[in-house]
């Protein structure tokens, strides 16, 4: 017999879109504890910029992309380092293999890993 086909998106927290279960991403940040996520527990980038601010005491920092301040940065599975929220969320939660917290200075900063980030942001 048969087993019926896959649903597209499993709603099993940390699932991913294929059904799988994800690994937990590791969050850095400069003068922080690394912590790890589960992605498959969030809904989208808004929820995931909250969790990420609560989780390191930065309520409200974390929300505005367009202002002059912290970014979140995540490194792809292809060693790439793009800026948080610039592509789908669901292309997103398969890729991301680490989420970095950037200070001000650090985004200005041209030897982070992955090269001049003020280039991309």
Not at 64 to 73: A, E, V
Not at 79 to 99: C, H, M, Q, R, T
């Amino acid at each position: 017999a048969e087993s019926p086909p896959a649903r597209p998106w499993s709603e099993t927290p940390g699932a991913s879109p294929l059904g799988q279960r994800m690994p937990l991403t590791k969050v850095h940040k400069r003068g922080a504890i690394s912590r790890s996520i589960d992605i498959g527990s969030f809904s989208g980038y808004g929820e995931l910029n909250q969790a990420l601010a609560h989780m390191f005491g930065m309520e409200g920092q974390l929300e505005d992309r367009q202002s002059i301040g912290w970014k979140c940065i995540y490194q792809d599975d292809e060693g790439d380092f793009l800026l948080l929220g610039d592509g789908p969320w669901e292309e997103f939660a398969i890729i991301v293999k680490s989420i970095w917290i950037l200070s001000p200075q650090e985004v200005l900063q041209p030897m982070f890993p992955g090269g001049d980030l003020t280039s991309r942001l």
